[in-house]
C-alpha cells in the first residue's frame, strides 16, 4: 500500500458562498488538492462552475488544482481551463472521439493530463494512453452528483487497472471519485487507488484537519 496516497476534497460539496474561505481552510488544514467538479448540463444532468471560477480561485490558492470536466467534447474548453490555472485536467474518455489527440494537446499545454471512465466503460479505452497518462480517474458513481453510492463492482476495476498499468510499464496514477468515506477508503488504497476524491463525506464533517486524520487513520488501518 502507497504511503502516499492523497485525499482530493470535492469543491462541489463546499461551501459555494464562501469557496476562497474555503480553499484557504483547506490548505491550513494540510490538504494539498482540491477537486474541481466542471458539470455542462449536457454530458452530465447538472450545471456547477467554470473557468471564471477557477480563475479567480487560482488567485487566492496554493493547492493543486485538479480539474474534472464533466463536459460533452471538452476540446471546445481546453484552452480556457489551461488559462484558468488548472494544474491537471482530466476529461471523460467517453465524452470526446480523439481523445489521444486531447490528452496530447493537454500535455503540450503544460498541464498533467488525466482521463475519466464512467463506471460501465472497459479499462479497454485508455489501454494504450497509459505511458501518456498522469492518471486515470475510476468513476465509482455516475457522475453528476455528489453524495451517491460507491458502486462495488469498481473495486475489480481499480485492481485490473493497476495490473494494466504495471504491464505497460507506466507510472499512471489511479483515481477514485464518488461515494467515497472513511469507511470504505482502506478497501479502495488496498485495490490500488492512489489519490482519493472525497465530497459530501469530507465537507460535511468539518473541522477539515480532523476529517483529513479520521480519512488518513482509516486508509493506513
Ligand atoms: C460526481 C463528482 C464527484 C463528487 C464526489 O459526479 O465527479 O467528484 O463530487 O462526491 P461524493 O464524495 O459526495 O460522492
Ligand atoms: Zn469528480
Same mark, same amino acid.
Given at each position: 500500500?502507497?504511503?502516499?496516497?492523497?485525499?482530493?476534497? /470535492? @469543491?462541489?460539496?463546499?461551501?459555494?458562498?464562501?469557496?476562497?474561505? %474555503?480553499?484557504?481552510? $483547506?490548505?491550513? =488544514?494540510? *490538504?494539498?488538492?482540491?477537486?474541481?467538479?466542471?458539470?455542462?448540463?449536457?454530458?452530465?444532468?447538472?450545471?456547477?462552475?467554470?473557468?471564471?471560477?477557477?480563475?479567480?480561485?487560482?488567485?487566492?490558492?496554493?493547492?493543486?488544482?485538479?480539474?474534472?470536466?464533466?463536459?460533452?467534447?471538452?476540446?471546445?474548453?481546453?484552452?480556457?481551463?489551461?488559462?484558468?490555472?488548472?494544474?491537471?485536467?482530466?476529461?471523460?474518455?467517453?465524452? /470526446? @472521439?480523439?481523445?489521444?489527440?486531447?490528452?496530447?494537446?493537454?500535455? %503540450?499545454?503544460?498541464? $498533467?493530463?488525466? =482521463?475519466? *471512465?464512467?463506471?460501465?466503460?472497459?479499462?479497454?479505452?485508455?489501454?494504450?494512453?497509459?505511458?501518456?497518462?498522469?492518471?486515470?480517474?475510476?468513476?465509482?458513481?455516475?457522475?453528476?452528483?455528489?453524495?451517491?453510492?460507491?458502486?462495488?463492482?469498481?473495486?475489480?476495476?481499480?485492481?485490473?487497472?493497476?495490473?494494466?498499468?504495471?504491464?505497460?510499464?507506466?507510472?499512471?496514477?489511479?483515481?477514485?471519485?464518488?461515494?467515497?468515506?472513511?469507511?470504505?477508503?482502506?478497501?479502495?488504497?488496498?485495490?490500488?487507488?492512489?489519490?482519493?476524491?472525497?465530497?459530501? =463525506?469530507?465537507?460535511?464533517?468539518?473541522?477539515?484537519?480532523?476529517?483529513?486524520?479520521?480519512?488518513?487513520?482509516?486508509?493506513?488501518?
Amino acid at each position: 500500500m502507497s504511503t502516499e496516497t492523497i485525499l482530493a476534497p /470535492s @469543491l462541489l460539496s463546499a461551501d459555494f458562498g464562501k469557496l476562497a474561505q %474555503e480553499l484557504a481552510d $483547506l490548505e491550513l =488544514a494540510g *490538504l494539498s488538492w482540491i477537486h474541481l467538479d466542471v458539470m455542462d448540463g449536457a454530458f452530465v444532468p447538472n450545471i456547477t462552475f467554470g473557468p471564471p471560477v477557477i480563475k479567480a480561485l487560482r488567485a487566492e490558492s496554493g493547492l493543486f488544482f485538479d480539474t474534472h470536466l464533466m463536459v460533452d467534447r471538452p476540446e471546445r474548453y481546453i484552452d480556457e481551463f489551461v488559462d484558468a490555472g488548472s494544474d491537471l485536467i482530466c476529461v471523460h474518455a467517453e465524452a /470526446s @472521439l480523439h481523445l489521444e489527440r486531447l490528452v496530447s494537446r493537454i500535455a %503540450e499545454a503544460g498541464v $498533467l493530463p488525466a =482521463a475519466a *471512465l464512467n463506471p460501465a466503460t472497459p479499462l479497454e479505452a485508455v489501454r494504450y494512453l497509459l505511458p501518456q497518462l498522469h492518471m486515470v480517474l475510476i468513476m465509482s458513481v455516475n457522475p453528476g452528483f455528489g453524495g451517491q453510492k460507491f458502486i462495488p463492482f469498481c473495486l475489480d476495476k481499480i485492481r485490473e487497472l493497476k495490473i494494466m498499468i504495471r504491464a505497460a510499464g507506466a507510472r499512471t496514477l489511479i483515481q477514485v471519485d464518488g461515494g467515497v468515506d472513511p469507511e470504505n477508503c482502506r478497501e479502495i488504497v488496498k485495490a490500488g487507488a492512489d489519490i482519493l476524491v472525497s465530497g459530501s =463525506a469530507f465537507f460535511n464533517h468539518p473541522p477539515y484537519a480532523e476529517r483529513l486524520k479520521t480519512f488518513e487513520r482509516a486508509w493506513r488501518g
